[in-house]
């Protein structure tokens, strides 16, 4: 299998500082936000992110971690048993603007169950999306608020974000047989 890289490492610190700087402008500041990442790869994301808005803003934001696991309506489908990880949030988001972040959206049903995971711990004031990137094939009605990377996809192509923190590495690839390497 072929892949390409589509971001390297500058790339994605240049993209999480433009949407940080969108996400401050679109909520007239961090005040009420709170941060919080999609395991796995969404957590330092999240973290990055929070990390960005306070030394733009001067005042830290939370960040939390969220599975979402057990509100997959794939979990059958697998055959696998769940692995289950920590969920921490370690504010009351009733009222907050949360800012949810993940790696890749791709059908949007990850994002769907994170949703339900998220009014079962309160009621945040408005969700807003951040992702990585955007691969499209949404099956549900789910669009990010910001985004670092639109990236047309086929279906029989994967795209992969690459976190220092859990990989080693900062990337992001584009895996597949019509792949240009």
Known sequence: MREKEL???ADMRRGLTRIAHEIIERNQGVQELAIIGMRTRGVPLAHRLASLLESLE???VPVGSLD??????????????????RTHIPIDIQ?????????VLYTGRTTRAALDALIDLGRPKC???AVMVDRGHRELPIRPDYVVKNVPTSVHE??????????GV????IMGRGVDG
């Open 7 to 9: 971001m390297n490492e």
């Open 58 to 60: 001067g005042h830290p």
């Open 68 to 85: 979402v696991t057990l509100y997959r309506d794939d979990l059958k489908l697998r055959g696998v048993r769940p692995r289950l990880q």
């Open 95 to 103: 009222g907050k603007r949360v800012i949810l972040v993940d790696d």
């Open 127 to 129: 969700v807003q999306l």
């Open 158 to 167: 994967e795209v992969k974000v690459r976190i220092q923190e859990v990989d």
């Open 170 to 173: 900062d990337q992001v690839i």
